[in-house]
């Protein structure tokens, strides 16, 4: 079992930066691989961004991809987003979500087990 807290979320101005980051309590961090996901309002949650169990192999949604940098830091159970170049339509509130020994890069959210309660990034223009 693991539970997971984010943190890092704020209101920021269109092409600004913010990083996220996801602390994990529980054992074996290490066995589980790792994810971030949002959801705007009214909207379905959907995948933007995924981290294999070593950290070495990553997967990205193609409307983040070159913006967004997910990385672990499995020595102290913590995962983050580093979010560049904001958009207003990555206005959303982000999970993190776990699920353990899953060896392929999901962006299915029904393949993640456990989830954090969400943190609020809003972008204005």
């Known amino acids: 079992q693991v539970q997971l807290v984010e943190s890092g979320g704020g209101l920021v101005q269109a092409g600004a930066s913010l990083r996220l980051s996801c602390a994990a309590s529980?054992?074996?961090?290490?066995?589980?691989?790792l994810g971030w996901f949002r959801q705007a309002p009214g909207k379905e949650r959907e995948f933007v961004a995924a981290?294999?169990?070593?950290?070495?192999?990553?997967k990205y949604a193609d409307f983040v991809k070159g913006r967004f940098t997910i990385s672990r830091d499995n020595a102290n159970n913590t995962l983050h987003l580093q979010m560049n170049s904001l958009k207003p339509e990555d206005t959303a509130l982000y999970y993190c979500?776990?699920?353990?020994?899953?060896?392929?890069?999901?962006?299915?959210?029904?393949?993640?087990?456990?989830w954090g309660q969400g943190t609020q990034v809003t972008v204005s223009s």
């Open positions: 979500a776990a699920d353990r020994f899953r060896f392929q890069l999901s962006s299915n959210r029904t393949d993640y087990a456990y």
């Open positions: 981290i294999s169990m070593s950290g070495i192999r990553n």
């Open positions: 529980g054992r074996s961090f290490v066995d589980y691989l």
